[in-house]
């Protein structure tokens, strides 16, 4: 019995160690990587809204975004999570358009009642009204579920190691991918941007889960990009349902997924895995960006 104990005892210290490992790891990833401020623990009350901005032409992206963050600053008491300037347009939402946005901008308020006083202010209208045009999607992100999604992922890939699953990296290249015009040219766009995106690029995705056989499709892709992400150690960072505070726009989910640099997201986009996955999902609606953590530049 006593040889039992130890070997449980053993086994439990494995198993803590991996997954204070799991978490460390993610972290330095959100904070040296994707220049992502994101409280690892705050009130259940918080209150998250994703603001979308297009700029008008001649305005430098930086400085407009930064100047809205100087006259907005203390308003709510809002803290800025993560920033990032939009460098490729995906899916396109029904409900929202076809808007190249410019940037992403992810704040954290002590409450929805916070929010609501910071937009209605004078000071945050004036400093909205310089952009071309804004959007602004609320959530309420679970901290629990959010601490726990990395360690899910983390016993996906202890199963993968156990059962002995085939690896999925590296990427097998999809040829005919690859020698098509248009795949070229968003493979040149994301490559264009490695000043800001070498390490790390971050996908925001706005999710209507639509019918039920629309949540079969999706929930199989996420599946099988979720096998790619406990193998590669990357994934989501953000995630949480959505809430309306502007507009009659319908989403369901708010997520915000880490990949590990452009030419990292390039590949993938080439490759035989995410081809032979990616044309059955199915969405009620969606409006997906990529972008390039700028938080620390402004």
Request: charged share 20%.
């Amino acid at each position: 019995m006593r040889i039992l104990a130890l070997a449980l005892v053993g086994l439990l210290l494995v198993v803590l160690a991996a997954m204070t490992w799991q978490h460390l790891r993610y972290v330095n990833k959100r904070r040296a990587v994707l220049q992502d401020h994101q409280s690892l623990l705050y009130p259940t009350e918080a209150f998250h809204a994703l603001t979308f901005f297009r700029i008008e032409p001649g305005q430098d992206l930086l400085s407009a975004i930064r100047t809205f963050r100087d006259e907005t600053h203390g308003l709510g008491g809002a803290q800025w999570v993560y920033a990032g300037k939009s460098i490729m347009r995906g899916n396109v939402s029904s409900q929202i358009g076809p808007v190249d946005w410019n940037a992403v901008v992810l704040a954290q308020y002590p409450s929805r009642e916070a929010y609501d006083e910071a937009v209605a202010s004078e000071r945050y209208r004036g400093a909205l009204a310089a952009f071309a045009q804004t959007y602004t999607q609320g959530f309420k992100r679970p901290a629990t579920l959010n601490l726990l999604i990395h360690q899910f992922l983390l016993a996906k890939r202890a199963r993968q190691l156990v059962t002995f699953e085939p690896a999925l990296f590296p990427l097998q290249r999809d040829d005919a991918v690859a020698a098509n015009a248009e795949a070229g040219e968003a493979v040149k766009r994301l490559l264009a941007e490695k000043e800001f995106g070498a390490e790390g690029i971050v996908i925001v995705n706005l999710q209507k889960h639509g019918n039920a056989e629309q949540r079969a499709s999706d929930g199989a892709y996420g599946n099988r990009m979720m096998d790619g992400m406990a193998e590669g150690g990357y994934g989501p960072m953000h995630m949480g349902p959505a809430v309306r505070v502007e507009a009659d726009h319908d989403f369901d989910t708010v997520v915000l997924v880490y990949y590990p640099g452009v030419q990292f997201f390039a590949d993938l986009l080439r490759s035989t895995f995410f081809q032979g996955i990616i044309g059955g999902k199915s969405l009620g609606d969606t409006q997906t960006n990529i972008t390039v953590p700028i938080l620390d530049r402004l």
